[in-house]
């Protein structure tokens, strides 16, 4: 069975046993390679898993139609995760947010290479997605944010001692984050609430359209775009 199978930008190898896990749905284990080494990865079992019967998740901003697309494995998290660890050393003492993380491979990335990166997505299921593939993969715990763009996201937990939190990073990433017609007004949203003057913004795109709206949106932010095509998914580094 091969459910979910990236071609040119890494490999995925789904194995044929389904099991229902502590999260309570269908899932499968799913090795991943990104950024030199294989992820075992807990992932739903295909397209078709839907579980939302008080509507809370719908509330929070995830329609039925799209619910479970965060806990799919997707090319463009695989190629994100690859051209960060490419760039790890850029990223050594620096922040990172990573934003619409689904299952969240481009984090387990920087944090087994000891980058502080903080993982966030709407989904209210993506947070224990992450936790388990944490374990299953020993990475230490990363921490998650639920977002609804745009809303503040904080880099660390409690006010009350120093350092503070705070509310910006000094690289936003983020893959496959525009498909649907809304989205990049909303991500450039996000991305003034939670950028600084230095930040750099990392994206990966398979070619759903919207990109160079979101370039446009960027610039008028003050950000100039570097650019690259991985395998047919393309990539932007924005710097300002």
Same mark, same amino acid.
């Given at each position: ?5 990236? %071609? ?12 229902? +896990?502590?999260?309570?749905?269908? +899932? +499968? ?9 294989? !992820? ?14 008080? &509507?809370?998740?719908? *509330?929070?901003?995830?329609?039925? *139609?799209?619910?479970? /697309? ?9 190629? @994100?995760?690859?051209q960060l660890h490419e760039r790890i050393d850029m990223l050594d003492g620096l922040s990172v947010l990573e934003l619409g993380c689904g299952l969240a491979l481009p984090s387990l990335v920087l944090a087994s290479n000891q980058v502080n990166v903080v993982a966030s997505d709407?989904?209210? @299921?993506? *947070? ?11 990475? *230490? ?6 977002? /609804? ?32 017609? &809304? ?7 996000? %991305? $003034? ?9 990392? %994206? ?5 359209? $919207? ?8 610039? +008028? ?13 393309? !990539? ?5």
């Amino acid at each position: 069975m091969q459910a979910f199978l990236a %071609i040119g930008v890494g490999s995925v190898s789904s194995g044929s046993h389904l099991s229902t +896990t502590s999260l309570g749905f269908e +899932t +499968t284990q799913t090795v991943v390679t990104a950024g030199h080494r294989d !992820w075992q990865l807990t992932a739903l079992a295909n397209r078709g898993q839907f579980d939302d019967p008080s &509507g809370h998740h719908e *509330a929070a901003g995830v329609p039925p *139609a799209s619910w479970s /697309l965060f806990g799919l494995v997707w090319p463009s998290a695989i190629s @994100l995760a690859n051209q960060l660890h490419e760039r790890i050393d850029m990223l050594d003492g620096l922040s990172v947010l990573e934003l619409g993380c689904g299952l969240a491979l481009p984090s387990l990335v920087l944090a087994s290479n000891q980058v502080n990166v903080v993982a966030s997505d709407m989904h209210p @299921l993506a *947070a224990n997605f992450l936790a388990q593939n944490c374990r299953s993969n020993h990475v *230490a715990g990363i921490p998650f944010r639920p977002c /609804l763009w745009p809303s503040p996201i904080s880099d660390r937990d409690g006010p009350s001692d120093p350092p503070y939190p705070s509310h910006t990073f000094d690289w936003i990433v983020g893959s496959d984050l525009l498909y649907e017609t &809304g989205q990049p007004e909303h991500l450039l949203s996000q %991305i $003034k609430l939670s950028a600084h003057e230095q930040t750099h913004m990392m %994206i990966t795109d398979p070619g759903r359209g $919207k990109l160079g709206r979101f370039e446009r949106g960027m610039s +008028t932010l003050g950000f100039s775009p570097a650019s690259g095509n991985d395998n047919g998914i393309r !990539w932007r580094i924005f710097t300002r």
